[in-house]
Antibody, heavy 122, light 112 residues
Framework: EVQLVQSGAEVKKPGESLNISCKGS????????IGWVRQMPGKGLEWMGI????????TYSPSFQGQVTISADKSINTAYLQWSSLKASDTAMYYC???????????????WGQGTLVTVSS | QSVLTQPPSVSGAPGQRVTISCTGS?????????VHWYQQLPGTAPKLLIY???NRPLGVPDRFSGSKSGTSASLAITGLQAEDEADYYC????????????FGGGTKLTVL
């Protein structure tokens, strides 16, 4: 059974750094793109970016380029979403997703993690 | 402002049929990229509902169907049930700028 299990909720202060994780199981982790999706409180879904764990090729949404870093460690089947300096506006639920490819790096999200709630408040 | 446009809300009585539209442009749906739909029940992660315009994953009831034409797509739900009350999102790929997956703004379905 394919599963994406995310790390737990985080409460941070503005300016702090953060790293949240997403561990895949039940499939060949290195061979499927893993993406991240943001959902701010009461709002819709926003695609942030995606990584191919096999070679760490990464693509970011223009809206999130330079704001976050996406990485992966295929040896432990885990992808990461990192912030170097959090802002209050980063408060949101973050989902990791597996991309089923229809093209080189696009397709649909067939599996979703349970979400990680990040709260940034002074 | 989402790249794909959905109505903020739709409603229907149990047993009725409702449709949710998803309007794009020549750089996404109109360029031939597939449209996919997700259902987000309250307090849960989204779930894949329709992929490749009109395909249902295993376990999704045939009351849900998708279609695509030109620069738009639609999700239809027949025989509405109370448990269908949720947020629905369309998703496609946009080839403008550096290329990006894109979502619609979401539609809240209320079962009256």
């Amino acid at each position: 059974e394919v599963q994406l299990v995310q790390s737990g909720a985080e409460v941070k202060k503005p300016g702090e750094s953060l790293n949240i994780s997403c561990k895949g199981s039940g499939y060949n982790f290195a061979r499927y793109w893993i993406g991240w999706v943001r959902q701010m409180p009461g709002k819709g879904l926003e695609w942030m970016g995606i990584i191919y764990p096999g070679d760490s090729e990464t693509t970011y949404s223009p809206s999130f380029q330079g704001q976050v870093t996406i990485s992966a460690d295929k040896s432990i089947n885990t992808a990461y979403l990192q912030w170097s300096s959090l802002k209050a506006s980063d408060t949101a639920m973050y989902y990791c997703v597996r991309l089923f490819p229809l093209g080189s790096s696009y397709g649909y999200f067939d599996y979703w993690g349970q979400g990680t709630l990040v709260t940034v408040s002074s | 402002q989402s790249v794909l446009t959905q109505p903020p809300s739709v409603s229907g009585a149990p047993g009725q049929r409702v449709t949710i539209s998803c309007t794009g442009s020549s750089s996404n749906i109109g360029a031939g990229y597939d449209v996919h739909w997700y259902q987000q029940l309250p307090g849960t992660a989204p779930k894949l509902l329709i992929y490749g315009n009109d395909n249902r994953p295993l376990g999704v009831p045939d009351r849900f169907s998708g279609s695509k034409s030109g620069t738009s797509a639609s999700l239809a739900i027949t025989g509405l049930q109370a448990e269908d009350e949720a947020d629905y999102y369309c998703q496609s790929y946009d080839s403008s700028l550096s290329g990006s997956e894109v979502f619609g703004g979401g539609t809240k379905l209320t079962v009256l």
